[in-house]
Each structure stands twice: as structure tokens, then as C-alpha cells.
């Protein structure tokens, strides 16, 4: 079992910065991948980023170069630094983890205005 508790969202204005956090617990030490994912209202939940235990990084196209996954191994934590947000990116963010298993957190909710 894997829990996961993110943090960070809230309201900005577009241009702005954000940065979410996952911190992870229970059977962090076989967790292999740990990615962000984000629903926006009346759409499908989408991949955001991803990064490996070995560090390997993948981003949506939409967010490359404006967004950095990043994690922590020794605290058990993943952030999510997002620059130059847009309105589109209006959704609520949810951290998950492969671990045998899928888990996911509650989601934390992004609001971009413009």
C-alpha cells in the first residue's frame, strides 16, 4: 500500500508560477515510476509528467518547457514546478504511483485566470 498526499494548488493569475508537492508513505521503497496527473471539467484525466526512480523525465507536450517534474528519494516526495501557467491549465492535479499496484492521492485543485 502507497499513500499519497499532495499539496500546493490554489489561484493564480495567468503567467504565473505554482509549485505542487506529493509527499508518498507506506511502500515508498518499491515505487517505480511517480507522475502527475490532471482532470480539468468535462475532460478526460491526462498524463502531465512522469519521472522514474532512476530520474528519467516525460512531459505532455503541452506543458514541456513550462512545467519540471522533479523527486525527492530520500523524503519521499515528487514536486511539480509549473511556470508560465495558462488558463488551460486549469484542472485538479493528482500525484500517482506504480508500485505493483496503482495508487493515487485526492487531487489538489489548480485555478489559472486570465
Known amino acids: 500500500q502507497v499513500n499519497l498526499v499532495e499539496s500546493g494548488g490554489g489561484l493564480v493569475q495567468a503567467g504565473g508560477s505554482l509549485r505542487l508537492s506529493c509527499a508518498a508513505s507506506?511502500?515508498?521503497?518499491?515505487?517505480?515510476?511517480m507522475d502527475w496527473y490532471r482532470q480539468a471539467p468535462g475532460k478526460q484525466r491526462e498524463l502531465v509528467a512522469a519521472i522514474t526512480s532512476g530520474g528519467s523525465t516525460n512531459y505532455a507536450d503541452s506543458v514541456k518547457d513550462r512545467f519540471t517534474i522533479s523527486r525527492d528519494n530520500t523524503n519521499n516526495m515528487v514536486y511539480l514546478q509549473m511556470n508560465s501557467l495558462k488558463p488551460e491549465d486549469t484542472a485538479v492535479y493528482y500525484c500517482?504511483?506504480?508500485?505493483?499496484?496503482?495508487?493515487w492521492g485526492q487531487g489538489t485543485q489548480v485555478t489559472v485566470s486570465s
Open positions: 507506506g511502500r515508498i521503497f518499491s515505487i517505480k515510476i
Open positions: 500517482h504511483a506504480l508500485s505493483g499496484g496503482s495508487y
